[in-house]
């Protein structure tokens, strides 16, 4: 091969490697798109932010659109009077519990539905996931009904029902989000070769040993996957707790935020800092489990 030819060999790769103007327009046009987007999306929050910094009287002042008058004593208001050290340990109460137990009966399911063919197998499937199909103030008399009828132990509540208890609020949110796990679940135990489990009962293996030592290890980019999701779900979880718990000191930290309006006047920077603190436990989950997060959403969508 001349000179002359791989010389025009190396032009004619790189004029195909170069994007046609077509393509690389509407490549310029998506990501100005993104970028729109995206500021459009993040701008409340940073607005929430930068007023959680600023002095009330100075805003009040000079307007939000101004610069100065930045403090953090917002914060620190907003710490004791909402009492968020106390209220943050009761949301915690609630969503740990509620989060293992629903990803564990989740992923019972799951395996059952996908790895044994019986006669009710979708309609199974189908019957826990129409949890999720009916909104919770269609539920709210039959259930508050329900959890006052049921007696338990004093020393599981005060009131001696479900009613005013953790326990009670942690059944609601399990019994409400373990069907879209078990749907999510299953759809990906789906995908996992039939050939592992036959191996497995080969070598003497039984349903349980199938399930906690081979399922479940091969399970844990969703399970990562849910768990961020199920803990920003049940921890900003605002309804039930309020229908369900009947004294103060019980209420989840995101009522806590009521403590921090007037009645008839409202610091609305001192919310803004009430709101970044509320926020900051789900953050802190979601930048811990990134990336287990992101590789959830994607394995199982395909097979091989």
């Known amino acids: 091969m001349t000179a002359a030819t791989a010389t025009t060999v190396r032009t004619g790769s790189a004029s195909a490697r170069r994007p046609k103007p077509a393509a690389r327009t509407s490549r310029v046009v998506l990501y100005v798109f993104l970028t729109v987007l995206a500021v459009l999306w993040l701008f409340p929050v940073f607005f929430a932010v930068i007023s959680s910094f600023r002095d009330y009287s100075y805003t009040a002042e000079h307007g939000y659109v101004s610069f100065g008058g930045f403090t953090f004593q917002n914060y620190v208001q907003a710490w004791q009077q909402a009492d968020f050290g106390h209220k943050l340990l009761n949301s915690a109460y609630i969503t740990i519990p509620a989060v293992i137990l629903t990803l564990f009966l989740s992923c019972c399911i799951a395996f059952v539905v996908s790895r044994f063919a019986f006669k009710w197998n979708l309609a199974l499937l189908g019957l826990f996931t129409a949890a999720n199909l009916l909104p919770p103030q269609a539920l709210l008399i039959p259930v508050y009904r329900m959890f006052r009828a049921v007696h338990v132990p004093l020393w599981v509540s005060d009131s001696g029902t479900l009613l005013n208890s953790y326990v009670g609020l942690i059944a609601v949110n399990v019994a409400f989000q373990t069907g879209f796990c078990a749907f999510v679940l299953s759809n990906y135990m789906k995908t996992l070769p039939r050939e592992l489990y036959e191996s497995a009962v080969v070598d003497g293996a039984g349903v349980l040993r199938q399930f906690f030592q081979l399922t479940l290890p091969l399970c844990r980019p969703p399970l990562a996957?849910?768990?961020?999701?199920?803990?920003?779900?049940?921890?900003?979880?605002?309804?039930?707790?309020?229908?369900?718990?009947?004294?103060?000191?019980?209420?989840?930290?995101?009522?806590?935020?009521?403590?921090?309006?007037?009645?008839?006047?409202?610091?609305?920077?001192?919310?803004?800092?009430?709101?970044v603190i509320v926020a900051l436990p789900t953050l802190v989950v979601f930048f811990v489990l990134q990336k287990q997060f992101v590789a959830g959403l994607t394995l199982g969508a395909t097979k091989g």
Request: hydrophobic fraction near 45%.
């Open 225 to 275: 996957a849910l768990a961020t999701l199920e803990v920003t779900w049940i921890y900003n979880e605002f309804f039930w707790a309020t229908v369900l718990l009947q004294s103060g000191d019980k209420y989840p930290i995101t009522s806590a935020l009521n403590n921090l309006r007037g009645q008839f006047f409202t610091d609305n920077n001192l919310v803004a800092a009430g709101s």
